[in-house]
Nanobody
Framework: QVQLVESGGGVVQPGGSLSLSCAASRSIFNIVAMFWYRQAPGEERKLVAEISSGGSTSYADSVKGRFTISRDIAKNTVYLQMNSLKSEDTAVYYC?????????WGQGTQVTVSS
């Protein structure tokens, strides 16, 4: 099964930007879909963005127009560019991969938006 490692989290001021990366242990070319989820304290894990094997993308309403999911197949990496960050974007962000065998998760990376 694929293993995923997220990076790029940190502390940023409201209105700022961060770029998250998710490095996969093998080729992502045939993975059904890859996702970014987030989980804020006391809340359920929620889907933020998705990119399909064909490259189609979709977003949660709360991040549309601010976040962009992309991938570099040659580098086995998926990205989440986050702009115009708000305090409510504060959460642990998780990368996930949907394979035939099931869904696999990374360990998460903390994003804190605070002045």
């Amino acid at each position: 099964q694929v293993q995923l490692v997220e990076s790029g989290g940190g502390v940023v001021q409201p209105g700022g930007s961060l770029s998250l990366s998710c490095a996969a242990s093998r080729s992502i070319f045939n993975i059904v879909a890859m996702f970014w989820y987030r989980q804020a304290p006391g809340e359920e894990r929620k889907l933020v963005a998705e990119i399909s094997s064909g490259g189609s993308t979709s977003y949660a309403d709360s991040v549309k127009g601010r976040f962009t999911i992309s991938r570099d197949i040659a580098k086995n990496t998926v990205y989440l560019q986050m702009n115009s960050l708000k305090s409510e974007d504060t959460a642990v962000y998780y990368c996930a991969a949907q394979e035939v065998s099931g869904i696999h998760w990374g360990q998460g990376t903390q994003v804190t938006v605070s002045s």
